[in-house]
């Protein structure tokens, strides 16, 4: 039993099984000890997301929301048209492309469906709360109904990050790391969403890998974040499709990943060197900050 075991979480699926929304799981605060939730799964076809009756609703919490392609080829394309309402108007918006959108405190949002899929797609939302609550939004069914489409310059478009995931060659992270996992990474900054908070997520096809500018020692940083190494299989997202091995505290405890799991990292917690290992199919590590970042230093105490 080690020391950090606490901040490793193997991820357990619910199969929902017939309907569009099929495997998912759910991290709260009882496993990431501060007041976040986290839910993702996949979606096989079109029709409502969401619970009836398919109404808006609104939290006293920030919450994100963030459509992506299992594409590890091309993220970027999300392979599906779905239709997302905000605001007290019911602003349209059309998602084409793996997008993020901000919905800080108070904003009514939804409903969403989606139109047409040519590929499955995985759906996260991250609650900055400790307990999910929501309030329904009163108004006619019609109100919502068959509105135009929103374009640029509408009320709420910059709660939309639409998310390029770019080519991550060697050297990318500098002289010392010439690594290449042959993948992409897409960035997520959610300033001008009303609220900080930041998403990584990044396509890994090749070992090993070693992140980091510095790769072989480890970093602090006064914010949390939680690693979440996700498969890429939409057939079957419990399998994780590789191996990693990540560092944890000044006593540098190794822990090695071998199927769908979190890594919780709070707020001045040493961590890294992280390391992909082993790739038998292309998988994900999407590395989520509910509530931004600030950059790493590699000084965690007089000891190291």
Same mark, same amino acid.
């Given at each position: 039993?080690?020391?950090?075991?606490?901040?490793?979480?193997?991820?357990?699926f619910?199969?929902?099984?017939?309907?569009?929304?099929?495997?998912?799981?759910?991290?709260?605060?009882?496993?990431?000890?501060?007041?976040?939730?986290?839910?993702?799964?996949?979606?096989?076809s079109?029709?409502?997301?969401g619970?009836?009756?398919?109404r808006?609703?609104?939290?006293?919490?920030?919450?994100i929301?963030?459509?992506f392609s299992?594409?590890?080829?091309?993220?970027?394309?999300?392979?599906?048209e779905?239709?997302?309402?905000?605001?007290?108007?019911?602003?349209?918006?059309?998602?084409?492309?793996?997008?993020?959108?901000?919905?800080?405190?108070?904003?009514?949002?939804?409903?969403?469906?989606?139109?047409?899929?040519?590929?499955?797609?995985?759906?996260?939302?991250?609650?900055?709360?400790?307990?999910?609550?929501?309030?329904?939004?009163?108004?006619?069914k019609?109100?919502?109904?068959?509105?135009?489409?929103?374009?640029?310059g509408?009320?709420?478009?910059?709660?939309?990050?639409?998310?390029?995931?770019?080519?991550?060659?060697?050297?990318?992270y500098?002289?010392?790391?010439?690594?290449?996992?042959?993948?992409?990474?897409?960035?997520?900054?959610?300033?001008?969403?009303?609220?900080?908070?930041?998403?990584?997520?990044e396509?890994?096809?090749?070992?090993?890998?070693?992140?980091?500018?510095?790769?072989?020692?480890?970093?602090?940083?006064q914010?949390?974040?939680?690693? /979440?190494?996700?498969?890429?299989?939409?057939?079957?997202?419990t399998? /994780?499709?590789?191996?990693?091995?990540?560092?944890?505290?000044?006593?540098?405890?190794l822990?090695?990943?071998t199927?769908?799991?979190?890594?919780?990292?709070?707020?001045? /917690?040493?961590?890294?060197?992280?390391?992909?290992?082993?790739?038998?199919?292309?998988?994900?590590?999407?590395?989520?900050?509910?509530?931004?970042?600030?950059?790493?230093?590699s000084?965690t105490?007089?000891?190291?």
């Open positions: 039993m080690g020391q950090y075991d606490k901040y490793v979480k193997h991820l357990t619910t199969d929902y099984g017939y309907g569009s929304f099929r495997q998912g799981t759910r991290l709260g605060p009882e496993d990431l000890g501060m007041d976040v939730i986290i839910e993702f799964g996949t979606y096989w079109a029709g409502p997301m619970k009836e009756p398919y808006p609703h609104k939290h006293d919490f920030n919450q929301l963030y459509w299992a594409n590890t080829d091309d993220m970027s394309e999300l392979s599906a779905i239709d997302l309402y905000l605001g007290e108007e019911n602003e349209r918006h059309m998602l084409t492309a793996s997008t993020a959108v901000g919905i800080p405190a108070g904003m009514p949002h939804m409903p969403a469906n989606i139109l047409k899929m040519d590929g499955r797609i995985i759906f996260m939302e991250i609650s900055t709360t400790a307990k999910y609550e929501e309030t329904p939004v009163e108004g006619e019609s109100q919502f109904e068959n509105q135009p489409l929103a374009g640029f509408s009320k709420y478009m910059s709660k939309f990050i639409r998310v390029p995931f770019i080519r991550k060659g060697p050297w990318s500098g002289q010392l790391n010439p690594d290449d996992s042959g993948g992409a990474l897409g960035v997520i900054n959610g300033k001008d969403t009303g609220f900080d908070f930041i998403i990584m997520c396509t890994l096809k090749k070992a090993p890998y070693r992140f980091g500018p510095v790769p072989d020692k480890p970093h602090v940083h914010n949390p974040e939680i690693l /979440l190494f996700m498969g890429a299989n939409t057939d079957d997202i399998q /994780l499709g590789g191996e990693a091995e990540i560092a944890l505290g000044k006593e540098m405890e822990h090695r990943i199927r769908p799991t979190a890594v919780i990292v709070p707020g001045g /917690l040493p961590h890294n060197p992280l390391t992909i290992t082993k790739v038998d199919t292309p998988f994900i590590m999407t590395d989520v900050r509910p509530f931004g970042m600030e950059p790493p230093s000084r105490s007089p000891d190291l």
